[in-house]
Structure formats: C-alpha cells, structure tokens
C-alpha cells in the first residue's frame, strides 16, 4: 500500500493482522490512520506510532468516520466486527449510499464459506447478480489493490443523499 502511495484506515489497534499491516505501511512510509472507540481504549493496545489517531464515542461513530476516511475496502480474514462492516459497506453500496469498491482478501481460502452463501443467495434470488458483484473476491494483496484501482461500480438511478443516511 504505502508504495503505491496508498493510505490504510482502520481500527487503530497494535495487536494482530491489522496490527501488523499498520506496521508494514508505517515501515515503508506510509499513512495510517486509526479509530478507535473509548470504551475499546482500554481493552484494546493502541498502536502509538499512527499517523493519526482519532478516539471515538461509540462503534458506530468509529465505522462511520472509517468509511468517510476510506475511498476502498478490503476485509481481510477476521472475527464478527469484519463481517459486520463488510454487511455493512456492501449493503450500503447496493443502497446506493457509495460507489466504493469492496473486495474480500481470501487467504488460504478463509472466506469461501461466505463466497458459497453469497452466490446461494443469488441462486435463490434473495441476492440479485449486480448486488453479488458490489463483493470482489481477491487471492492476493497485490490482486486486491489492483482490483480496486480499477473498479467501476454502477451507479444506481436514485442516490441516497448524506441527510438520508
């Protein structure tokens, strides 16, 4: 990321995968941003060596000034706040709230499960083939920045404004 002049958002945190993608962006100079609720503060070992650290109210105020600092997601493989905010950011591509592009990272073949249930959700039409899609499945960082780079999402005929959010 930090080579190809990229910046990470994310929850702010020292520890783990995410931890450790903070520490090889800030090692090839790159920006990283953090957000972080209070209530998390203590819970979590903040990572002091951010570019930015914002600290926040709540979990909805830390996912909603991520995506506003995100022009992409990625999720790589994670627990259920993962889940939730991809949920989250696809559902509200399909609604028409952004165009950003959502990928998944599948290392090792960790989300073929939701791969499975996304594509049943299609085959059983509770999912249309255009909202299937709004979820880019990557194998590689390398293959996720690139995806991304050149994503063109459809825009939908009525966009939801801010005020409507």
Known sequence: MARRGLGLVYGGG???LMGELADAALGHGGRVTGVIPKSLWAREIN??????LHEVR???ERKRLMYDKSDAFIA???GLGTLEELAEVATWSQLGLHSKPVALLDVDGFWEPLVALLDQMVSTGLLTPASRALIRRTRSAEEALAVLAAAELPCPEERITAEER
């Open 47 to 52: 990572h002091t060596g951010l570019t930015e």
């Open 58 to 60: 709540s979990m909805h």
């Open 76 to 78: 790589l493989p994670g």
């Open 14 to 16: 020292s520890v783990g």
